[in-house]
């Protein structure tokens, strides 16, 4: 089982960046797919980026798309979501999850099983 802890939200104006970490407590490298999702008050959880087990695959969101980056560092076992551009529709707690499961495409947030806590990030006009 693999704990997740997230890091690196807080606020920021539109057009600005922020670097959200995501820290696991084991090797995720080839184990676990990983992704990063996020929840806006009164809205459904929506996935925002994930990336394979093997970093060959990764899902963006339409709405991030060229704007976000998600990178994994297998030496510290920490996945990373680089945004910027941002906008204030991108207010919103950002959670990271992985998952060992096959069988499922890695958007799918259903089939994450290990969540971190969330990181708020709230983008300003």
């Known amino acids: 089982q693999v704990q997740l802890v997230e890091s690196g939200g807080g606020l920021v104006q539109a057009g600005g960046s922020l670097r959200l970490s995501c820290a696991a407590s084991?090797?995720?490298?080839?184990?676990?797919?990983m992704g990063w999702f996020r929840q806006a008050p009164g809205k459904e959880r929506e996935t925002v980026a994930a990336?394979?087990?093997?970093?060959?695959?990764?899902y963006y969101a339409d709405s991030v798309k060229g704007r976000f980056t998600i990178s994994r560092d297998n030496a510290k076992n920490t996945v990373y979501l680089q945004m910027n551009s941002l906008k204030q529709e991108d207010t919103a707690v950002y959670y990271c999850?992985?998952?060992?499961?096959?069988?499922?495409?890695?958007?799918?947030?259903?089939?994450?099983?290990?969540w971190g806590q969330g990181t708020q990030v709230t983008v300003s006009s």
């Open positions: 999850a992985g998952t060992r499961r096959v069988g499922y495409t890695i958007s799918e947030s259903r089939r994450y099983d290990y």
């Open positions: 084991t090797r995720t490298t080839s184990v676990y797919d």
């Open positions: 990336v394979s087990r093997s970093g060959d695959t990764t």
